[in-house]
Nanobody, 115 residues
Framework: QVQLVESGGGLVQPGGSLRLSCAASRSIFSSNAMNWYRQAPGKKRELVASIATIGTTNYADSVKGRFTISRDTAKNMVYLQMNSLKPEDTAVYYC?????????WGQGTQVTVSS
């Protein structure tokens, strides 16, 4: 079993930045792709960014050039640096770990972009 705990959400003005953090309960990066999803009110949950076991990254078109996913293997932490935030980035952001057999989710952290 793996526990994922997100933090770092909050209220930010358009154009601002936030860094989300995801703490994993144990070392999992060698066997799990790590992902950030988000879900806005009334919308489906969508994949925002991912980092594979070998470290390659991928981003949704809507966040390319603005968001950066990274990980710290020694600390069992995954981060999502979000810059140039827009009101449409407002959502609950979820950390996700996925392998062939299991998928784990965090509880989510709210990000609100508003003036």
């Amino acid at each position: 079993q793996v526990q994922l705990v997100e933090s770092g959400g909050g209220l930010v003005q358009p154009g601002g930045s936030l860094r989300l953090s995801c703490a994993a309960s144990r070392s999992i990066f060698s066997s799990n792709a790590m992902n950030w999803y988000r879900q806005a009110p009334g919308k489906k949950r969508e994949l925002v960014a991912s980092i594979a076991t070998i470290g390659t990254t991928n981003y949704a078109d809507s966040v390319k050039g603005r968001f950066t996913i990274s990980r710290d293997t020694a600390k069992n932490m995954v981060y999502l640096q979000m810059n140039s935030l827009k009101p449409e980035d407002t959502a609950v952001y979820y950390c996700n770990a996925k392998n062939t057999y299991y998928t784990y989710w965090g509880q989510g952290t709210q990000v609100t972009v508003s003036s």
